[in-house]
């Protein structure tokens, strides 16, 4: 394998994988509290290869700030989830297939991202930012409640497929 350099199979994953995570982020991001994309980078990053998973992070970030428009929140997505999946791959070696685990990590990575997300609040005022902190405290806990339980009802069906892609494929 060349060094940073990516195959013809290899970008078109790393395109497939963008655009999932941008039609999860936009089918679910009018559910209020059901935050689905942190499950999804999360599982691509336990199943495909490292350098692939987190440039479909990238890739994808780059898309929903086209889609959305670039502002401070499209671009917090787009620093917040190839960070989560530098997260997920580094816990991996430690979580193994532990699906209690990953559904805490997940829970946890989605409960800061509503939390994060009120980082750009700080460009008005730091008590603007507190008070959006604040006020999407209770948001945020239901929202990394949710998708703990989504991961531990998802994780095994979702990495049985993804692995089977993933051999499909042979990336």
Same mark, same amino acid.
């Given at each position: 394998? $060349?060094?940073?350099?990516?195959?013809? =199979?290899?970008?078109?994953?790393?395109?497939?994988? !963008?655009?999932?995570? !941008?039609?999860?982020?936009?089918?679910?991001?009018?559910v209020l509290?059901?935050?689905?994309?942190?499950?999804? *980078?999360?599982?691509? !990053?336990?199943?495909?290869? =490292?350098?692939?998973?987190?440039?479909? !992070?990238?890739?994808?970030?780059?898309?929903?700030? *086209?889609?959305?428009?670039?502002?401070?929140?499209?671009?917090?997505?787009?620093?917040?989830?190839?960070?989560?999946?530098?997260?997920?791959?580094?816990?991996?070696?430690?979580?193994?297939? $532990?699906?209690?685990?990953?559904?805490?990590?997940?829970?946890?990575?989605?409960?800061?991202?509503?939390?994060?997300?009120?980082?750009?609040?700080?460009?008005?005022?730091?008590?603007?930012?507190? /008070?959006?902190?604040f006020a999407?405290?209770?948001?945020?806990?239901?929202?990394g409640v949710?998708?703990?339980?989504?991961? /531990? *009802?998802?994780?095994?069906?979702? $990495?049985?497929?993804? =692995?089977?892609?993933? $051999?499909?494929?042979?990336?």
């Amino acid at each position: 394998m $060349r060094s940073g350099q990516f195959n013809v =199979k290899e970008l078109c994953v790393i395109s497939i994988i !963008a655009c999932i995570e !941008a039609v999860v982020f936009t089918s679910f991001s009018q559910v209020l509290y059901l935050e689905a994309i942190t499950l999804t *980078v999360m599982m691509f !990053a336990v199943v495909f290869d =490292k350098r692939i998973s987190l440039m479909g !992070a990238l890739v994808y970030g780059l898309v929903n700030m *086209v889609i959305n428009g670039i502002t401070p929140w499209t671009f917090m997505y787009f620093l917040i989830y190839p960070c989560y999946t530098l997260i997920v791959i580094v816990m991996k070696s430690v979580l193994k297939d $532990r699906v209690l685990g990953y559904s805490v990590l997940c829970g946890v990575l989605s409960f800061m991202t509503g939390q994060l997300l009120q980082v750009p609040y700080l460009l008005f005022s730091s008590k603007v930012t507190a /008070f959006y902190l604040f006020a999407g405290l209770k948001t945020s806990l239901i929202q990394g409640v949710l998708s703990a339980v989504s991961c /531990f *009802v998802l994780f095994q069906p979702l $990495r049985v497929v993804l =692995k089977k892609i993933e $051999r499909r494929l042979n990336v």
